[in-house]
């Protein structure tokens, strides 16, 4: 999953056929790419970052799907730390995003980078809750009017969803967040002692 990629800020060449473009994923800071007709594969135009990305040590990332709200299906991203065990306990981070109305999906942050608090030896989740772009319209909408109470059924269906794991410590769980994140935590102390 974490292969999967991210392409924006496209441009064409006015005179060829050649397009340019930004890729990026959880594990590749944006990087210009060129594709055009007789090219097999993209070719990399951009190297700003080649030397520093080869020395990370990123861990897994993978998409789950679990049930939350009103029974609906709830995306998240889980990341592993790069030297994960499952024989062992490990702590976890709930990484509540900003919006409500956005969307984690397969790109590189420079604000709250996933593989960041995965490589300090944490799991991270970040759930794709109810309001939610990305996944529907009806999903976004779905809390217009009340901003609490789905995205914290959500996060709490999530936290179940680890805590059935046996390499989650259950004793060491924390959540996190910014802007509407930050909302998030104060409803989440107003409602929830598990963090």
Known sequence: VAGEF???AIDFARDVRLGVYLRSSFNEPPTAFAHGPGMKEPVQISHFNDDLVKSWQ???VESVTFKGADDADVPMWVFYPP???PAK???LVQMVHGGPHNGIMSEFSFRWNPQVWAARGYVVGVVNFHGSSGFGQRFADSITGDYGTKPLADVMK???WFEAKPWIDKDRMAAAGGSYGGYMMAWLNGHTDRF
């Open 158 to 160: 999530a936290t179940d």
């Open 58 to 60: 990123l861990g897994k």
């Open 83 to 85: 030297d994960f065990d």
């Open 6 to 8: 991210s392409e924006r």
């Open 89 to 91: 306990k490990w702590p």
